[in-house]
Structures are given as structure tokens and as C-alpha cells.
């Protein structure tokens, strides 16, 4: 009898614990970052909404991709966040499948740019962050505005720009093709080039991680670049008197994106991962932890927050979003004139 009750008892256990039928998973590609935060914000919640576990592959944009594409016939993964450019990437190598987006109750509630980044609703951007103008106001006297300010001679020897070969490098270069009178369909981006040859001799570097610009202007060495949003809360936490410019042209937005690949063998899931992401609760917690900013337009969060993120009506209204399928086409083409014409390669 007493074996018997050992046995049933140790049949409640497994069934409650998940351990007995096995318990559902999502396999999602993702960063590396603010994992303890992910966790708390998503992944429990998750598990205890729908009893699903999320488990995660890590690494950057670029090495995840690989994978995706070695696995591409027998995936290993459910849903992948990438940056809108890798994420066109991977549509055009056929690692991904379109989204039902009826299948997505919060779908509604995001921002229209948000909602088809990269053509055929095969992603949708989750969270969005801004590339604006970052300077000292105790070294420049003349308010920064524009991003022409850049060719300004009291700045040469002060600034850094994006290297061409990080993820704001060509939206930056399509930008100042546009501002500098560039035609919209010019994807040699020659007016950029040219211009930009103007000043290389002025740029301190061409800054390939936001780290290394944060100590560019730690050291002194650095009084005004172009900066992602998601970098602002560190640079303020150096205690330096700097101010974000939103220049009079606009701002370049970016967005994160998550996307189903192709041949999913938890779809179900899958779909559940994404709309749960994109529910007001769960981009409220993220953006209350600064780990994200949202595009969830329900979420409210209070002004000493906002000031960090990529977050209100003007703020918002002030993004240009480049088509990143037209940087996937051309990308190469623009690192080997970057290499000819700036770094002189």
C-alpha cells in the first residue's frame, strides 16, 4: 500500500511539474543582454500565463543568422530577434516565414511603423530606439541643430561618426545623402560620400560600438557625435553636461524586430511568444527597467523614464526609418567605397 501511495504520489508530482508529459517550449534566437530583466518581465510571466518555457539561443545578429542558416533545413528555432537589417537579411536568404499578424491580438495597439519593417509581414518590430546628436555644452557655445553641424569648422578634431560597417552606419549615410541634396532613389549614396570625404580629416574616429564612444567622450577626446538612444542613460551616468539634440531634419529610427522561422516546429507557441511581447504589460515593465523602449502606444511611463527612451509624441514623430532591404542590396557596394573613399583602403 505504502508503495502504492509512493507511486501515485510521485505521478501528481511529474504532471504538476510538466516533467511527466514534458513541458511546452518556445526556442527563441536572441541577445545576450539583460537577461535577469528578460526573466523577470517575460519569461516567468510567460511560463505562468500559458505554461510554456521560453528557452533561449544567444549571440549577435551575425552569428545567430549563421545558425539559423546551417539549421535551415531541420530548424531548432521557433522565433528570432534580430535588428530590422539582419532580419531583412534572413528574409532574403529564406530563413523566415510570414506572420498571420490575425493571430495577434496586440498586433493593433503598435505603432504603424512597427508593424511590417521589412515587407511581407515577415517581422514586426517590438521595441524602436532613436540616433540623434549628442554634444558637450560646457566646450560648444553654438547650440548643435542639424546634422550639417558636423562641417562645422570650430567641431573638427571633436567629433565621431558611425563606421559604415555597424548597424547605424548606412541609414547615417543615407541620411546625409539626403540632406546634402541627394535624390531619394540614389543608391549610390555619392553625394554622402563626397561630403563626407570633406570632413574624415575632422573625426576623431569612426566609432564601431557605443562603449567606445562613451569613452571617447569620457576622455575629453570626443565633444559631439551622432548616438543611439539605447546609449543616452550610460553617457548621462558619466556625469558630464551633455544634451540629445533632435535636429531639425529628423532623427533616424531603428527597431528591433521578431520574426517566425521558416519550418517551426512550435508555431503555436510561436505566435503566443510575439503577442505576449507585444502586449501593453510587457512593454511597460521593459521600459520601466530600461531595457527597451516601446511601441506599444498604450504604454505610459513617468517623464524621468521618457527621458531616457525612445518615448513620445515628438520624439516619435520625428523618425525616419530607412528601408532596410535597400541596405541588404547594397551594403557591400557602400563598405567598398567607404574603405576607397573615407578610410582610404
Not at 96 to 125: C, E, M, R, T, W
Not at 143 to 157: H, N, Q, V
Not at 166 to 179: D, H, V, W, Y
Amino acid at each position: 500500500m505504502r508503495k502504492f501511495i509512493l507511486v501515485i504520489s510521485m505521478a501528481v508530482f511529474l504532471v504538476a511539474s510538466g516533467l511527466y508529459f514534458g513541458v511546452s517550449k518556445v526556442y527563441v534566437s536572441t541577445w545576450g543582454f539583460n537577461l535577469d530583466l528578460l526573466d523577470k518581465n517575460i519569461s516567468k510571466p510567460f511560463l505562468e500565463k500559458y505554461g510554456i518555457e521560453i528557452v533561449r539561443e544567444l549571440g549577435n545578429n551575425s552569428t545567430r543568422l549563421t545558425k539559423l542558416e546551417m539549421q535551415k533545413n531541420d530548424p531548432k528555432i521557433d522565433v528570432v530577434h534580430f535588428v530590422d537589417y539582419y532580419a531583412a537579411l534572413a528574409k532574403k536568404k529564406g530563413l523566415l516565414q510570414p506572420i498571420d499578424v490575425s493571430k495577434l491580438k496586440n498586433y493593433k495597439d503598435i505603432y504603424d511603423f512597427a508593424k511590417d519593417p521589412i515587407g511581407g509581414h515577415y517581422g514586426i518590430g517590438y521595441t524602436v530606439f532613436s540616433f540623434g546628436i549628442v554634444y558637450r555644452t560646457d566646450k560648444i557655445k553654438e547650440p548643435i541643430t542639424s546634422w550639417k553641424d558636423f562641417w562645422r569648422e570650430d567641431l573638427a578634431g571633436r567629433i565621431s561618426l558611425p563606421d559604415i560597417t555597424i548597424t547605424q552606419g548606412p541609414a547615417f549615410m543615407m541620411l546625409m545623402n539626403r540632406i546634402w541634396g541627394g535624390s531619394e532613389d540614389d543608391t549610390s549614396l555619392d553625394v554622402a560620400f563626397k561630403k563626407l570625404a570633406e570632413i574624415k580629416g575632422n573625426v576623431v574616429t569612426f566609432y564601431k560600438r557605443s562603449s567606445e564612444l562613451i569613452n571617447l567622450f569620457k576622455m575629453g577626446e570626443v565633444w559631439v557625435a551622432p548616438v543611439a538612444r539605447f546609449a543616452w542613460g550610460r553617457l548621462l551616468a558619466t556625469g558630464l553636461p551633455l544634451k540629445w539634440v533632435v535636429p531639425e531634419e529628423g532623427m533616424i529610427g531603428f527597431l528591433n524586430t521578431v520574426s517566425i522561422v521558416k519550418g517551426a516546429k512550435n508555431l503555436e507557441n510561436a505566435y503566443k511568444y510575439i503577442d505576449f511581447i507585444l502586449s501593453e504589460g510587457v512593454q511597460y515593465a521593459e521600459a520601466m527597467d530600461l531595457v527597451d523602449s516601446p511601441i506599444n502606444k498604450n504604454v505610459k511611463v513617468p517623464k524621468e523614464i521618457a527621458e531616457k527612451l525612445t518615448y513620445g509624441e515628438d520624439h516619435i514623430k520625428s523618425l525616419i526609418f530607412f528601408d532596410p532591404n535597400v541596405i541588404v542590396d547594397h551594403r557591400d557596394e557602400w563598405i567598398k567605397k567607404w574603405n576607397e573613399m573615407i578610410i582610404g583602403k
